[in-house]
């Protein structure tokens, strides 16, 4: 209900176009994946909250103009034109989905403006030559790649199912997965989708069940995978569950109780938070502000630094300058890592974590490296 609130009086602001600078930020806000957008926005707010701490810039405080996208990409599209359409945005932070910010990327370098996102994992988004979308975490060709590197020589999976959720994540995640499991020696016995906002997968793991898999891997978001882990459970279907970042949330657990969760594993990009110096100071501080720390929340408070950084550079609200700046970011420090972008527009920081569900809470198991560039 806040974060409602919050969004309404800053829309109401930008339709009168405020003396301030603006950062959008659009991510899913209502619905089943509100959650973890609520944590996006979290790190943006604390991250401007900060800027203005600090004397805020231009000579202007910055305030957060947030949308939500419902992880749709007609919606995504419609927040893109939004923020292009003002005047007082600099920069926006978006989307969670890669299949939001795969049309809205396109709105963005129309009209100019840097687009970051925090979380939008599909190998090929930046690989279209915009010059104005940038992305903070490791994408799926490192995710999937390490995923699958974990699977063969840690859990030792042979025989490996492989799902997704039929969205630009999921699947382009699951095909990376796949390819590297392969060339690592694993054989995958079957593939299949499932739709995002299904209830019962009952037939679909009945069906796997009797190809006695090892591992199922599932590309796609953790109200699904929540589902899956216990449907999974009741059938008496006992292979691991692997996702990628879409599964790691506490959310997972809660959906699936902790006794189905129980063994369940994601990748996640970038380092375990407990082993980043860096990040100490942030966590105490969000935590003050908004609770515990989501596995997005340092991603989106990145972004957003970054950006801020780039349009104090720049020294005056242009558009144009605001992005070459955000393309000269090189060894930004931030509480994910250091960051600087290559030539598409992706960070340089590849690094992947994978977490497994023990006693109710996700644990840190260590980095997986994926396989040496080139392969497969």
């Known amino acids: 209900m806040i974060t409602g609130l919050l969004t309404a009086t800053l829309l109401a602001g930008c339709n009168r176009e405020p003396d301030a600078v603006l950062i959008g930020v659009s991510c899913p806000l209502t619905g089943d994946q509100a959650k973890i957008g609520s944590d996006m926005l979290h790190g943006a707010e604390l991250a401007v909250a900060e800027a203005n701490a600090a004397g805020g810039l231009l000579a202007k405080p910055v305030r957060v103009f947030a949308l939500d996208d419902q992880h749709n990409a007609t919606q995504a599209v419609a927040a ?17 989905n ?25 190998i090929g988004l930046t690989r279209r030559g915009l010059q104005t979308l940038f992305r903070m975490c490791a994408h799926d060709g490192t995710q999937g790649s390490a995923a699958a590197v974990f699977a063969v020589r840690t859990v030792k999976a042979v025989r490996v199912f492989v799902l997704d959720d039929k969205s630009t994540y999921g699947q382009g995640l699951s095909d990376e997965f796949a390819k590297a499991a392969v060339v690592l020696g694993a054989k995958i016995i079957g593939r299949d989708s499932l739709n995002q906002g299904e209830k019962d997968f009952s037939a679909l793991l009945t069906r796997i069940r009797t190809l006695k898999p090892q591992l199922v891997f599932f590309g796609g978001m953790y109200p699904e995978a929540a589902l899956l882990a216990k449907q999974s459970r009741d059938l008496g279907l006992k292979a691991t569950l692997l996702g990628g970042d879409g599964l790691y949330d506490k959310t997972l657990i809660q959906l699936a109780g902790p006794a189905s969760a129980e063994g369940v594993c994601a990748t996640m990009v970038g380092l375990d938070m407990s082993r980043i110096r860096a990040a100490k ?3 105490e501080a969000y935590e003050k502000r908004f609770g515990q720390v989501g596995p997005y929340s340092p991603y989106a408070y990145d972004a957003t630094r970054v950006v801020i950084e780039a349009i104090r550079r720049a020294g005056v609200a242009d558009r144009a300058k605001v992005v070459a700046e955000v393309r000269n970011t090189k060894h930004f420090k931030g509480v994910t890592g250091e960051t600087t972008f290559d030539a598409n527009g992706d960070t340089l920081n590849q690094v992947i974590s994978i977490y497994t569900v023990r006693n109710g809470v996700w644990v840190y198991r260590g980095e997986s490296k994926g396989l040496p560039a080139g392969k497969p």
């Open 80 to 96: 893109a034109h939004r923020f292009v359409s003002s005047k007082a945005v600099l920069g926006a932070i978006a989307h969670l």
């Open 98 to 122: 890669s299949a939001c910010s795969l049309p809205a990327s396109d709105i963005y370098a129309r009209g100019g403006l840097v687009q970051v996102t925090p979380c939008s994992t599909n």
């Open 281 to 283: 100071s942030f966590v």
